[in-house]
């Protein structure tokens, strides 16, 4: 039975990329791609947390279908080996469907550990006094954004 | 009658033996003219062979990398069951294409997919162009539905930077579509490509999915949300499939060139040869027979 | 509504101001590479009735 489980998971893992996945009810399909980098590819993994405008959340396997979209802040995925990845994420997607797919689309990320704290820091001073120099609204949104990333940065680096 | 003398001027030309051998030697000066040409064109469609060598190599890398953001966006299209909506006619079509030629039939094959969709029905429906070639062949019949056009595509490997610039002017274009196309050439292997179409929808399509219910604590802030990075995803995406498929048919192209090329040097070489032996065995005939004259 | 949403701006432009800021925010050997995705070439014309519109 262990043997033939293995097998078939063999199996869906090959043709994961190539056709819509079905998963098994205690496991996730993970997609996290970024335009920069691809960091999982329909892999199965136990958790994510991914940081969304609605609140910070956890992904477990049968989490209900949902949308997201989400805030500048940290990826955390826990892997099935008991491993844990903290990669920051920009901005982007997060999309779970009913199939336990889960698939997190990012526009630029990195490992946490490729942020440096000084850069950080500088990025959120610039946007502070971008925003206190704001004259139109527009302006003001702006930099609003950029210190809000500044201290997700800031927070994520330290 | 002047017109039929003028006609007949070289044919009486061409069988005068003095004027056969002027010619002959004309024509040994023209062939090796033309091989010079020949030969200075296989030098460019070779070089620009192994240019669009180098690129492909690095547009089929990068592809690898954005194929999961194409397919985990058009995921929730597929499983939502989104389909247009009846009340909304207006449709979106953005073809992916770049500024440049020599390169088979990508771009045209977009156009002519476009074409054919106008061609059914040009009232509902709107145009972005990517890339100056679709703009170039759709603007003469269509330029009316084009909407907007963006060129500087193609020198360099499209960034998200260009596909969320693009999404921006889109979404602020003040065009309001039901459901739409994003046509582009798939890259399968290097010798083929296939002109595929994304689907793309508006929030109102998203609203009146029926499967929609079925996906928890949505509101319309962050389906639009979502919807604009998905856009910018898809475009993305597409433009990188046809970016690397443009590269793989250039390649193609020009490989087919300097083989064609290769083809012609010979033929023109050989008979660069054998005028020349003619040009020598006459002179020696001339010579020969002049001596025996005396 | 969000704030930026209020001031006229999409996500698209949320993510894109993020992004920049997360690739100056890395550490100096990863920040080269980064900075090669800011650049973007494209040029974007709005045109109506078949002709561009000038600027």
Known sequence: MAAMRSVSRL?????LNTVVTRGYADEMSFTFAAGNQVFYDAQSVRQVDVPSFSGAFGILPKHVP????LKPGVVTVFENDGKVKKI????????????????????EAAPVENID???????????QSQLSSATTDQQRAEASIAVEVGEALVKAAE | MLGRFGNLVPVVAQNAPLQQQQRGMATLKSISMRLKSVKNIQKITQSMKMVSAAKYSRAERELKQTRPIGSGATQFYEKAEIVAPQDMPQKLLIAITSDRGLCGAVHTSVARLIRNE????????????????????LQRLYGKNIILAANEIGRLPPSFNDASKLTDAILKSEYSFGSGQIVYNQFKSVVSYRTQTLPVFSLAAVKTAPKLPVYDSLDDEVIQSYLEFSLASLIYYAMKEGA??????RMTAMDNASKNAGEMIDKLTLTFNRTRQAVITRELIEIISGASAL | MSAWRAAGLNYIN???????LLRQALKPEFRAEAAKRDVSAIKINKWVDGKPLSK
């Open chain 1, 11 to 15: 199996l869906t893992r090959r043709t």
């Open chain 1, 117 to 127: 704290i000084s850069a950080a820091k500088e990025v959120l001073g610039k946007a």
């Open chain 1, 88 to 107: 920051f994420v920009s901005s982007g997607t997060v999309t779970i469907n009913d199939d336990s797919s889960v698939q997190v689309l990012a526009e």
């Open chain 1, 66 to 69: 949902t949308l997201a979209v």
């Open chain 2, 244 to 249: 690397c498929s443009e590269q793989s048919s």
């Open chain 3, 14 to 20: 949320y993510s894109n101001i993020a992004a920049r």
């Open chain 2, 118 to 137: 106008l061609n059914a029905d040009n009232q509902n429906l709107k145009v972005v162009c990517v890339g100056d070639k679709s703009r170039l062949i």
